[in-house]
């Protein structure tokens, strides 16, 4: 389960890149168009250090051509994988396919709350619980389980699918405009899974520069960043057709 998410917290070059691009402005970024994996994503730059799973949200419902549902106006500063879960339920169309999987569905282990980053946040331990209870009275999928990568590059190849992954921001770095792997400790951040080919991964960052085709690592880099310890190697599943 878990976590909370945010992004470019502790450092100062990712503070920098998020100021010079505007920080504040909110939606911005707008490389529309051509991104690999079937392309219809737009970028969307998260506000502040904590915001970037809603920034993916909004990129995620944008592609399925929801405008204007102010998920980036939440009240919060904390967000966990199941908050998102629950607004991506609110706001998706009717019958959109959407699946969580993660390999701790409840409670949030307590070594979470050993690292720094959790520590920000100890009324999680209570709150988040429930918020999985929430998750289950409405019926939603989630599955306590290791999603299978394969399947996930599957999917985005077919262009069947996106996912919003948390992943240890620290371990991804892209390869076209270097956003990334300059924490210093563990830093849970979103990003939205776009396309997979020839393994490489096609995602977008909203603590990221929004190049015209998108970010990319090698998909074994993703796979690193996904599985560290920290992200309950989280994945929002949103079908695409
Ligand atoms: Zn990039």
Same mark, same amino acid.
């Given at each position: 389960m878990a976590t909370r998410l945010d992004a470019a917290t502790n450092s100062k070059e990712n503070d920098a890149e998020i100021g010079a691009d505007?920080? @504040?402005? @909110? &939606?911005?970024?707008?490389?529309?168009?051509?991104? %690999?994996?079937g392309g219809g994503f737009e970028h969307v730059r998260q506000?502040?250090?904590?915001?970037c799973g809603l920034a993916c949200l909004e990129m995620v419902l944008r592609r399925v051509r929801v405008r204007g549902s102010g998920v980036m106006d939440a009240p919060r500063s904390t967000v966990w994988t199941v908050d998102l879960l629950l607004l991506l339920h609110r706001f998706l169309p009717p019958g959109c396919p959407l699946e969580y999987t993660t390999? !701790?569905?409840?409670?949030?282990?307590?070594?979470?709350?050993?690292l720094e980053f959790y520590a $920000?946040?100890? @009324?999680d331990a209570e709150r988040v619980p429930l918020a999985f209870a929430t998750a289950r009275d409405r019926g939603l999928t989630v599955r306590e389980e290791e999603a299978d990568l394969g399947v996930v590059a599957a999917e985005l190849g077919a262009g069947r699918a996106c996912f919003v992954a948390l992943v240890d921001y620290r371990l991804l770095r892209c390869? &076209? !405009?270097?956003?990334?792997?300059?924490?210093p400790s563990y830093q849970g951040h979103y990003i939205v899974l776009t396309g997979c080919e020839g393994g490489t991964l096609y995602y977008l960052d909203p603590a990221g520069a929004a190049p015209s085709g998108g970010c990319a690592v090698e998909f074994r880099a993703f796979s690193a960043a996904w599985a560290a310890?920290? %992200?309950? $190697?989280d994945l929002l599943w949103v079908g695409l057709l």
């Open positions: 505007g920080a @504040g402005a @909110g &939606v911005a970024g707008a490389a529309a168009g051509a991104l %690999t994996g506000r502040g250090d904590w915001d390999t !701790c569905a409840g409670a949030p282990p307590a070594s979470h709350f050993s $920000k946040a100890p @009324g390869a &076209v !405009c270097g956003a990334g792997g300059r924490a310890a920290g %992200t309950d $190697k």
